[in-house]
């Protein structure tokens, strides 16, 4: 270790760089945006670190913790980043053992336990597990990300802890190194020694101070290290937040997983009564308690108690469909094993009404709904909810109880608050609208009310003998509050706990022992210095600063799995904090508010956006709602065209961010322009003016564009309304012809009369994703008033291309407040909601015959995300397909893989989801109706992929033709 001359608090960024790469540590970033990605996790914190560690291997974690011991500079553990009580933040080094530390390194099917590095993702473990017929128990709503290591710094538990316990009921051995440098694999040591000792004098304190119920999480699990509990070194750590030691590895155990599941859905007229129900539930379910062993109802056949509150699931209504459920203003989710349960639980419910749930997809529905409670509920009232106290628990028969009186707590301090959780446990998640609306006025004022509101949370849970934290820890949030629920005696021995085991502070300072003030440090409470912007955000009074803090840190976009999502690809390709829907949101955010970067005009917002494929993804897929596509076009207007803009465009902006003019100006020669791009060095020298790849084709112009031959077609002349519009939108216009020729012939041959909006209506969408927004809202004003002349007529209007239907229904309303914009967009068809509706009106209508025909479908993200894709496939399987829907982004998304500097991540985009679906059903249809999928399934792997219009047309012989319309 290199001699350092400076004191710790005196040490520069410089320095300790040097000093941990002189240790041998090589992913060592001390830039401003690696700062800020790293400034916040789940929590309202923000705590800037000096330096963001990388660890790629074991040694590596020894080395860092080895320069934070030697230089006094704290270090603090992050897995996924999803921790709510402020647990991940520090202001010295952070550690991501995400990014390499993230192996499964053993399953062992017989003894039923697995080996795995800390930033291994429980997601990970359980596709290691699931070919044994094993997987892990506990499993937190944050499942799909969330790290092993992660799990034992909170003691996670999850839904499923009532059957399978908390994380430190699986934990069976751990190697850690502790903050003294001591590393323990295992057997006897220096600091289980100390640890022995302090409890064993104070015996009698001990036994009956902690292990009350299964959720006392707060603090330290001293009760693990009573002689009678076997001194269990390796569970008494789960839970110690990071303070005590750095998890190298763990040994965790699995259980068998070959079960029937059945869910029966309680409704309750409100959350309280929910609450008041659980205890009969458990009594009728045999469930048994043991806070040291965990809560075990498996064996009698009960899983999950969860509870949830009808203002979220009203949230993701409005947004889509809910399976149905059974009246009420709140319901409880009760999981079984054992379907004789059924009738008992029934009867001890004291429900308003019950429904078995027995459809796999709507019981996954249900439950994702539950699982994205933490995001749902940050917007389910009309202020911004908020974590910091979200994780209290009490013994679950004085949960109705303890819930009655939060209520009335909330009122006290004109709050709201959306109650949900593991209501079986007696630990309750809420978010709660704190009042920070004067921060610029008054940045103390918010502060102070959030202090005072969790000071009288914490004192009447004591009065209950609850615990402040049931999962997530106590953080930053409830350490200072760790007086109000433990005693004198049990404070002292967690002093002495952290001396024994960190006696120099390093690990994680500020949480726990020595508690930093809850009110400091809160993102929140900071004034926000957001340029007025073009777009309209509505979602969020008009301000850029609320919009871009819409994401709480949850980290959704941060699964290795997008599991029929789109959201996140470049992350899904980079596995790079900075390219995740998170990381964007806390550049942007600490470019309004913080004090690391300057402005959208930074080049670390830049950075972190210029990976971003504007697919839209995040809009439906992010459970708070995060468009980072809409923030990407006004940070980019900003940049280029805001109050005091100087920089200039890049080439490819004023090309391919204007392709629709380009393409109306060259529709005239386009034979032309194609021959000349198709001989190499001009091809080239194209290619680099308009800031193209040279990998890159350059799609063909159509020689008569679809309005140009349908004014020489006999449906042009005839002067009769059609019975069905279709809308040439730009790219179907210049580019994709067949689209449009197809949707015709299908729509004929059912005796329809269609004809061609002949007027000439852009969406903007290119203008958009470049941030080109002053032009845009003059193209989309244009289009917007073209097109509801046509939609009000009461014709069904058509567009073919997804994303461009997409823009209308969505970025339209963002550039105008012309009210025929909402009528556009309420009013414009897909094809597949187009061929629905006719269906419906019209059973006599017969569509082609798709039996036998195999399809793999790529959605274009836009149509995911916006319109849904729902309507698409069901229609296919109505028709007789058998669909393989492809999850993820195709990797083009418009000008972005287009462009110079993309290639490779537009290609891993591709490889992670899209071309390993086409490679492995090499008989099937290829489905795709946006122009970006086809035009990258062409380039890539040379697979010619239809629009639902063309592959229906292909099979008009295998239908009845409709009759006349007229």
Same mark, same amino acid.
């Given at each position: 270790?290199?001699?350092?001359?400076?004191?710790?608090?005196?040490?520069? #960024?410089?320095?300790?760089?040097?000093?941990?790469?002189?240790?041998?540590?090589?992913?060592?970033?001390?830039?401003?945006?690696?700062?800020?990605?790293?400034?916040?996790?789940?929590?309202?914190?923000?705590?800037?670190?000096?330096?963001?560690?990388?660890?790629?291997?074991?040694?590596?974690?020894?080395?860092?913790?080895?320069?934070?011991?030697?230089?006094?500079?704290?270090?603090?553990?992050?897995?996924?980043?999803?921790?709510?009580?402020?647990?991940?933040?520090?202001?010295?080094?952070?550690?991501?053992?995400?990014?390499?530390?993230?192996?499964?390194?053993?399953?062992?099917?017989?003894?039923?336990?697995?080996?795995?590095?800390?930033?291994?993702?429980?997601?990970?473990?359980?596709?290691?597990?699931?070919?044994?017929?094993?997987?892990?128990?506990?499993?937190?709503?944050?499942?799909?990300?969330?790290?092993?290591?992660?799990?034992?710094?909170?003691?996670?538990?999850?839904?499923?802890?009532?059957?399978?316990?908390?994380?430190?009921?699986?934990?069976?051995?751990?190697?850690?190194?502790?903050?003294?440098?001591?590393?323990?694999?295992?057997?006897?040591?220096?600091?289980?020694?100390?640890?022995?000792?302090? @409890?064993?004098?104070?015996?009698?304190?001990?036994?009956?101070?902690?292990?009350?119920?299964?959720?006392?999480?707060?603090?330290?699990?001293?009760?693990?290290?009573?002689? $009678?509990?076997?001194?269990?070194?390796?569970?008494?750590?789960?839970?110690?937040?990071?303070?005590?030691?750095?998890?190298?590895?763990?040994?965790?155990?699995?259980?068998?997983?070959?079960?029937?599941?059945?869910?029966?859905?309680?409704?309750?007229?409100?959350?309280? $009564?929910?609450?008041?129900?659980?205890?009969?539930? !458990?009594?009728?379910?045999?469930?048994?308690?043991?806070?040291?062993?965990?809560?075990?109802?498996? =064996?009698? &056949?009960?899983?999950?108690?969860?509870?949830?509150?009808?203002?979220?699931?009203?949230?993701?209504?409005?947004?889509?469909?809910?399976?149905?459920?059974?009246?009420? &203003?709140?319901?409880?989710?009760?999981?079984?094993?054992?379907?004789?349960?059924?009738?008992?639980?029934?009867?001890?419910?004291?429900?308003?009404?019950?429904?078995?749930?027995?459809?796999?997809?709507?019981?996954?529905?249900?439950?994702?709904?539950?699982?994205?409670?933490?995001?749902?509920?940050?917007?389910?009232?009309?202020?911004?909810?908020?974590?910091?106290?979200?994780?209290?628990? *009490?013994?679950?028969?004085?949960?109705?109880?303890?819930?009655?009186?939060?209520?009335?707590?909330?009122?006290?301090? =004109?709050?709201?608050?959306?109650?949900?959780?593991?209501?079986?446990?007696?630990?309750?998640? *809420?978010?709660?609208?704190?009042?920070?609306?004067?921060?610029? @006025?008054?940045?103390?004022?918010?502060?102070?009310?959030?202090?005072?509101?969790?000071?009288?949370?914490?004192?009447?849970?004591?009065?209950?003998?609850?615990?402040?934290?049931?999962?997530?820890?106590?953080?930053?949030?409830?350490?200072?509050?760790?007086?109000?629920?433990?005693?004198?005696?049990?404070?002292?021995?967690?002093?002495?706990?952290?001396?024994?085991?960190?006696?120099?502070?390093?690990?994680?300072?500020?949480?726990?022992?020595?508690?930093?003030?809850?009110?400091?440090?809160?993102?929140?409470?900071?004034?926000?210095?957001?340029?007025?912007?073009?777009?309209?955000?509505?979602?969020?009074?008009?301000?850029?600063?609320?919009?871009?803090?819409?994401?709480?840190?949850?980290?959704?976009?941060?699964?290795?799995?997008?599991?029929?999502?789109?959201?996140?690809?470049?992350?899904?390709?980079?596995?790079? $904090?900075?390219?995740?829907?998170?990381?964007?949101?806390?550049?942007?955010?600490?470019?309004?508010?913080?004090?690391?970067?300057?402005?959208?005009?930074?080049?670390?917002?830049?950075?972190?956006?210029?990976?971003?494929?504007?697919?839209?993804?995040?809009?439906?897929?992010?459970?708070?709602?995060?468009?980072?596509?809409?923030?990407?076009? $006004?940070?980019?207007?900003?940049?280029?065209?805001?109050?005091?803009?100087?920089?200039?465009?890049?080439?490819?902006?004023?090309?391919?961010?204007?392709?629709?003019?380009?393409?109306? !100006?060259?529709?005239?020669?386009?034979?032309?322009?194609?021959?000349?791009?198709?001989?190499?060095?001009?091809?080239?020298?194209?290619?680099?003016?308009?800031?193209?790849?040279?990998?890159?084709?350059?799609?063909?112009?159509?020689?008569?564009?679809?309005?140009?031959?349908?004014?020489?077609?006999?449906?042009?002349?005839?002067?009769?309304?059609?019975?069905?519009?279709?809308?040439?939108?730009?790219?179907?216009?210049?580019?994709?012809?067949?689209?449009?020729?197809?949707?015709?012939?299908?729509?004929?041959?059912?005796?329809?009369?269609?004809?061609?909006?002949?007027?000439?209506?852009?969406?903007?969408?290119?203008?958009?994703?470049?941030?080109?927004?002053?032009?845009?809202?003059?193209?989309?004003?244009?289009?917007?008033?073209?097109?509801?002349?046509?939609?009000?007529?009461? *014709?069904?209007?058509?567009?073919?291309?997804?994303?461009?239907?997409?823009?209308?229904?969505? =970025?339209?309303?963002?550039?105008?407040?012309?009210?025929?914009?909402?009528?556009?967009?309420?009013?414009?068809?897909?094809?597949?909601?187009?061929?629905?509706?006719?269906?419906?009106?019209?059973?006599?209508?017969?569509?082609?015959?798709?039996?036998?025909?195999? @399809?793999?479908?790529?959605?274009?993200?836009?149509?995911?995300?916006?319109?849904?894709?729902?309507? =698409?496939?069901?229609?296919?399987?109505?028709?007789?397909?058998? @669909?393989?829907?492809?999850?993820?982004?195709?990797?083009?998304?418009?000008?972005?893989?287009?462009?110079?500097?993309?290639?490779?991540?537009?290609?891993?985009?591709?490889?992670?989801?899209?071309?390993?679906?086409?490679?492995?059903?090499?008989?099937?249809?290829?489905?795709?109706?946006?122009?970006?999928?086809?035009?990258?399934?062409?380039?890539?792997?040379?697979?010619? #992929?239809?629009?639902?219009?063309?592959?229906?047309?292909?099979?008009?012989?295998?239908?009845?033709?409709?009759?006349?319309?007229?």
């Amino acid at each position: 270790m290199p001699d350092l001359a400076l004191p710790a608090s005196d040490l520069a #960024a410089p320095d300790l760089v040097a000093a941990l790469r002189g240790a041998g540590l090589s992913d060592v970033d001390d830039s401003a945006l690696a700062r800020a990605l790293y400034s916040s996790d789940a929590s309202l914190y923000r705590v800037p670190p000096r330096a963001v560690v990388r660890p790629r291997h074991r040694d590596e974690l020894l080395a860092v913790l080895g320069v934070a011991r030697e230089t006094g500079v704290p270090l603090t553990m992050r897995g996924a980043g999803t921790s709510i009580a402020g647990n991940a933040v520090g202001p010295g080094i952070v550690v991501d053992t995400s990014r390499h530390l993230n192996r499964v390194l053993s399953v062992d099917p017989e003894s039923r336990t697995a080996l795995v590095e800390p930033g291994t993702a429980h997601a990970v473990l359980q596709r290691a597990a699931a070919p044994h017929g094993l997987r892990f128990g506990p499993d937190p709503s944050t499942h799909p990300r969330c790290t092993i290591g992660g799990m034992i710094g909170n003691n996670a538990c999850g839904s499923r802890a009532l059957g399978y316990g908390r994380t430190s009921d699986n934990v069976t051995a751990m190697d850690v190194a502790f903050g003294t440098g001591e590393v323990w694999t295992g057997g006897s040591s220096a600091a289980g020694d100390a640890l022995a000792g302090l @409890v064993d004098s104070h015996l009698a304190h001990v036994r009956t101070s902690f292990g009350r119920f299964t959720r006392q999480v707060s603090g330290y699990s001293l009760e693990h290290l009573l002689p $009678e509990n076997g001194r269990d070194l390796a569970k008494f750590l789960v839970g110690s937040e990071g303070t005590l030691g750095v998890v190298l590895g763990a040994t965790v155990r699995l259980v068998d997983d070959r079960v029937d599941r059945h869910l029966l859905v309680l409704g309750y007229p409100s959350m309280t $009564e929910a609450a008041d129900a659980v205890p009969a539930l !458990l009594t009728a379910a045999g469930a048994a308690t043991d806070a040291v062993g965990g809560r075990s109802t498996a =064996d009698a &056949g009960l899983t999950a108690c969860e509870g949830l509150d009808a203002r979220i699931v009203d949230l993701v209504r409005a947004g889509g469909g809910v399976p149905d459920l059974p009246p009420g &203003g709140g319901w409880l989710f009760v999981e079984y094993t054992d379907p004789a349960l059924e009738t008992a639980l029934v009867a001890a419910s004291g429900a308003l009404g019950h429904r078995v749930v027995t459809d796999e997809r709507e019981a996954a529905a249900l439950w994702r709904i539950r699982e994205d409670g933490a995001g749902l509920a940050a917007r389910s009232l009309g202020r911004r909810a908020y974590s910091g106290w979200e994780d209290a628990a *009490v013994p679950p028969e004085k949960l109705g109880t303890w819930l009655r009186e939060f209520d009335d707590l909330l009122s006290a301090h =004109d709050l709201q608050g959306v109650p949900y959780g593991h209501f079986g446990d007696g630990c309750v998640h *809420v978010r709660i609208d704190f009042d920070f609306s004067d921060r610029d @006025v008054d940045p103390a004022a918010g502060p102070r009310r959030f202090r005072e509101f969790l000071v009288a949370c914490a004192t009447k849970l004591g009065e209950h003998g609850g615990s402040m934290s049931g999962e997530h820890g106590d953080g930053r949030a409830r350490s200072e509050l760790l007086p109000l629920m433990y005693d004198a005696e049990s404070l002292r021995l967690f002093s002495a706990v952290k001396h024994a085991l960190d006696p120099d502070d390093v690990l994680n300072p500020g949480v726990l022992v020595d508690p930093a003030p809850l009110d400091a440090d809160l993102r929140p409470a900071r004034p926000v210095k957001a340029p007025r912007p073009l777009l309209r955000l509505a979602h969020d009074n008009g301000s850029f600063g609320e919009a871009v803090h819409r994401c709480t840190g949850v980290g959704k976009c941060v699964a290795p799995d997008s599991k029929g999502g789109v959201m996140c690809p470049s992350w899904q390709a980079t596995r790079d $904090e900075k390219d995740s829907t998170r990381g964007r949101s806390r550049v942007l955010q600490e470019a309004l508010d913080g004090t690391l970067l300057h402005g959208l005009s930074d080049p670390a917002v830049g950075e972190a956006l210029d990976l971003c494929l504007a697919c839209k993804g995040c809009a439906s897929d992010c459970p708070t709602g995060v468009d980072m596509a809409t923030y990407k076009s $006004e940070a980019l207007h900003q940049r280029y065209d805001g109050d005091g803009a100087t920089e200039r465009r890049p080439m490819s902006h004023l090309t391919l961010g204007r392709l629709p003019l380009w393409s109306r !100006l060259i529709a005239p020669v386009a034979g032309l322009a194609n021959t000349s791009l198709r001989i190499g060095p001009l091809a080239r020298v194209a290619k680099k003016v308009a800031g193209v790849d040279q990998r890159r084709s350059i799609p063909s112009f159509a020689t008569t564009t679809v309005r140009a031959g349908e004014r020489r077609t006999e449906r042009a002349a005839d002067a009769r309304v059609p019975d069905v519009w279709v809308w040439a939108d730009s790219f179907t216009d210049h580019f994709q012809t067949g689209s449009a020729h197809a949707a015709i012939e299908v729509l004929e041959s059912l005796g329809l009369r269609v004809k061609v909006i002949d007027e000439h209506a852009c969406c903007g969408l290119t203008w958009i994703t470049t941030g080109q927004l002053t032009k845009a809202q003059k193209i989309v004003a244009a289009s917007v008033e073209t097109l509801e002349r046509y939609v009000s007529s009461g *014709v069904p209007v058509v567009a073919l291309e997804p994303s461009c239907l997409a823009t209308l229904r969505s =970025d339209a309303t963002e550039l105008t407040d012309d009210p025929r914009a909402v009528t556009v967009a309420e009013g414009m068809l897909s094809f597949a909601e187009l061929l629905t509706r006719l269906r419906a009106e019209r059973p006599e209508l017969a569509l082609p015959d798709l039996t036998g025909v195999e @399809v793999v479908a790529q959605p274009h993200c836009h149509h995911h995300a916006v319109i849904g894709w729902g309507t =698409d496939e069901t229609l296919l399987r109505d028709l007789g397909a058998s @669909v393989t829907k492809v999850s993820g982004c195709c990797g083009l998304a418009g000008n972005f893989g287009m462009e110079e500097g993309h290639y490779e991540v537009s290609v891993a985009v591709a490889e992670t989801n899209l071309l390993p679906a086409v490679r492995s059903h090499p008989d099937a249809v290829v489905l795709a109706d946006g122009m970006s999928c086809k035009v990258q399934l062409d380039d890539l792997v040379g697979v010619r #992929a239809l629009h639902l219009a063309e592959l229906l047309a292909s099979r008009l012989d295998g239908a009845a033709q409709g009759g006349d319309a007229s």
